[in-house]
């Protein structure tokens, strides 16, 4: 069983930073894809960033997030630098054990979900 905790959201100014985390309970994962999605009122869920044997943004985020994660606490974080309004949603992270099944910016590709961290960026 994995459940997926986030934490870190909050509401800042634009300019301002924020980390979020993502802890997975249970086992240790050797090897897995974590990945952070948002949604926005009236939008559908996006991909944001995800992590595996290497990084990968959106191109609406390359330059101002940063994507870390650390094995032995099964666990995965974002630095969010330079935040615009435009960033405001719930933030999500999800889990994607092997075998690997879909792209990183596909919601389907990932076996486990967080509740949501709220973040809210004001201009």
């Known amino acids: 069983q994995v459940q997926l905790v986030e934490s870190g959201g909050g509401l800042v100014q634009a300019g301002g930073s924020l980390r979020l985390s993502c802890a997975a309970s249970g086992r240790t994962f050797r090897t897995y894809v974590m990945g952070w999605f948002r949604q926005a009122p009236g939008k559908e869920r996006e991909s944001v960033s995800a992590i595996g044997m290497s990084t990968v943004y959106a191109d609406s985020v390359k330059g101002r997030f940063t994507i870390s994660r650390d094995n032995s606490k099964n666990a995965v974080y974002l630095q969010m630098d330079n935040l615009k309004p435009e960033d405001t949603a719930v933030y999500y992270c999800?889990?994607?054990?092997?075998?690997?099944?879909?792209?990183?910016?596909?919601?389907?590709?990932?076996?486990?979900w967080g509740q949501g961290t709220q973040v809210t960026v004001s201009s």
């Open positions: 999800a889990l994607d054990l092997p075998p690997y099944g879909g792209s990183w910016y596909k919601l389907d590709a990932y076996d486990y």
